[in-house]
């Protein structure tokens, strides 16, 4: 019996590592992507399709997010600050989600903005999205929890 707990720990341990690594290496490449591929002023005016705020907060928030995404993603990855990275993560993911619930609410037929793409926001999938990420999110919080216990 007591063996049976213990691997089953270790497989939770092991799952949370690979969720982790996944997710961190995730937000690593969204945001390489908008800083280092589609470029920062290609996001600005992503961000200035939403129509939240203007000129100059848009490029503020375009040069400002994908660095927190990078640096958040290293951290997780790394397993750096894991409590804190995760509630910077799920932060981002609000911030998107509020993001792209505006838009879904305004009918803006728009690029997300996410990985360079000009592809339209297909809403339902990223409701999906954001439910899959806090799902994650929610159990390396329960692992953190669960280890900081011990």
Known sequence: MLV????RWNYLTL???GLRVGLG???????SQKVFVSGLDRFTQDIANYQMVGAPLDALAAYTLPWVE???????A?????????????????AFATAIGWAWYHQLNIACGCHGSDA???YWWK????AAYYAGFGFLWWMETRRLRK
Not at 70 to 76: I, P, Q
Request: charged share 10%; with cysteine.
């Open 70 to 76: 990078l640096v958040a993603g290293l951290c997780l």
């Open 78 to 94: 790394l397993g750096l600050l894991r409590r804190g990275t995760i509630l910077v993560c799920c932060g981002l993911v609000a």
């Open 127 to 130: 409701v999906l999205e954001f």
């Open 25 to 31: 290496l995730w937000f690593v490449w969204s945001g």
């Open 4 to 7: 049976a707990m213990a691997c």
């Open 120 to 122: 339209p926001i297909r």
């Open 15 to 17: 799952l949370a590592w």
